[in-house]
Nanobody, 118 residues
Framework: QVQLIESGGGLVQAGGSLRLSCAASGRTFSSYKMGWYRQAPGKEREFVASIIRSVGTTYYADAVQGRFTISGDNAKNTVYLQMNSLKPEDTAIYYC???????????WGQGTQVTVSA
């Protein structure tokens, strides 16, 4: 059974930092693009960042470029999102996502809440 388990969310003041983790299990994700999406109350889910595991290429949304860093640990089958200089508008549920580089099933985690107070 494939699972993506997020952790690391919480409450932080504006300007602070958090690191989210996404632990993947149930299959090998070396040929996947893994990423983070977020959904704020009343808004649609939006892309945050992603990494192609096999080559390490990363992508970022304009809103988080320069503040967030996505990375992966292939040995642990885990992807991280380091979030610095957090802003109240970063408040959302953050979801881990895994999609094959070619074709195949897409997977989502259950989400972890990030709340940034002003």
């Amino acid at each position: 059974q494939v699972q993506l388990i997020e952790s690391g969310g919480g409450l932080v003041q504006a300007g602070g930092s958090l690191r989210l983790s996404c632990a993947a299990s149930g299959r090998t994700f070396s040929s996947y693009k893994m990423g983070w999406y977020r959904q704020a109350p009343g808004k649609e889910r939006e892309f945050v960042a992603s990494i192609i595991r096999s080559v390490g290429t990363t992508y970022y949304a304009d809103a988080v470029q320069g503040r967030f860093t996505i990375s992966g640990d292939n040995a642990k089958n885990t992807v991280y999102l380091q979030m610095n200089s957090l802003k109240p508008e970063d408040t959302a549920i953050y979801y881990c996502n895994a999609v094959p580089v070619l074709i195949g099933a897409e997977y989502w985690g259950q989400g972890t809440q990030v709340t940034v107070s002003a």
